[in-house]
Every structure is written in C-alpha cells, then in structure tokens.
C-alpha cells in the first residue's frame, strides 16, 4: 500500500480541476498545467478533494499510485503558489546576466554561455552570483535549474561553481606534499 497514494488532495477554492479519464488539467491564479498520465490508475474527484486509486494490486500499480497524486499535488501548489528555486555562482570572474530571453553565464571558460529561458518560468538575477528562478510546473521548473547547474557544478574542492542556494557540498582536502 502506498502511504503518498492513500492521502487525498484538497483543491482550494480558487483552483479548478478537470478530469477527463486520465487526462487532468488544472487551472488557477498563476496559470494553467495539463498532464497525461497512463497506467493502471483511476483518478477521481469528489466536491473539493481528488482521489487517486490504483486498479490491480500490482507493483506497477502501486508505483504509480503515489506517483499521480504527488505530481497532481504539485500541479495544484503551483497554479496556486507557484515554485521557486535560487541558484548561487561561486568563484572569481563567475558571473550571470539576463539578456532579453537568454540568460548569460560567464563561468571560467573562454566563452560566456548562452541558454534560451523556457516560456513559461520567470529568471531573475540578483547582483551577478544569484539566480532566482519561478514557475508553475515544478518537473518543468527542476529541469530548468538542472541544465543551469550542469554547465558549471560546484566542485569539491573550493566549492566553485553552480549550486541551489543551501545546499552542502562535501569539502575534499587538496592534495600535500
């Protein structure tokens, strides 16, 4: 049994939730999401609550089961709320810049890179080190942060590079003769 599954979501008052068999659509204050889900699931939704059953008692099934009401879940958080992640550059020279739809890192390298932002999430730069980023679609928005960080990932020695905000990077000591 699935303890994510068993919990039902609650829809607040200014969301709206459409189910269409396994097609669900979500819209709110900050937009709209649409997903597709497949699988041995029943999605249901009763006065202001959205219930998510598997239908075989499989471990496909009960895979998925936690799975489609997480992501629901995160659907509704983020046409209401929305998301944020923030980004910080470490190191000398390293720097970001919004430019119109790109968004400009120089990061060491003997060219600045370009990377186009995606429609639907807002980036913005904070003095030159932090990025601060806001969606709606939270897979969307992780993707996103992840391509950013994989042009330069914080290294393990000085920490130089791209991180998300908080997180801890284990130190290696350099090397002693």
Not at 15 to 38: A, C, H, Q, T
Not at 47 to 67: E, F, Q, Y
């Amino acid at each position: 049994m699935s303890r994510i599954g068993k919990l039902v979501v609650s829809i607040p008052k200014d969301v709206v939730v459409d189910i269409n068999g396994l097609s669900i659509s979500v819209s709110g204050p900050k937009g709209k999401l649409l997903k597709s889900f497949f699988g041995s699931i029943t999605v249901l939704k009763e006065n202001d609550k959205v219930i998510v059953k598997p239908l075989n008692n499989d471990k496909h099934s009960r895979a998925m089961w936690g799975t489609v009401r997480s992501i629901i879940n995160n659907m509704i958080q983020g046409v209401s709320n929305g998301f944020t992640k923030e980004l910080e550059i470490k190191g000398v020279g390293y720097a970001a810049s919004l430019k119109g739809n790109y968004l400009n890192l120089a990061l060491g390298k003997s060219h600045n890179t370009k990377i186009v932002v995606p429609s639907d999430i807002q980036v913005t730069v904070s003095k030159t080190n932090a990025i601060c980023l806001f969606g709606i679609d939270k897979q969307a928005l992780g993707q996103f942060a992840a391509l950013i960080i994989k042009q330069r990932p914080a290294e393990h020695y000085k920490e130089k590079g791209i991180k998300i905000k908080g997180q801890y990077i284990q130190l290696k000591e350099s090397k002693k003769n």
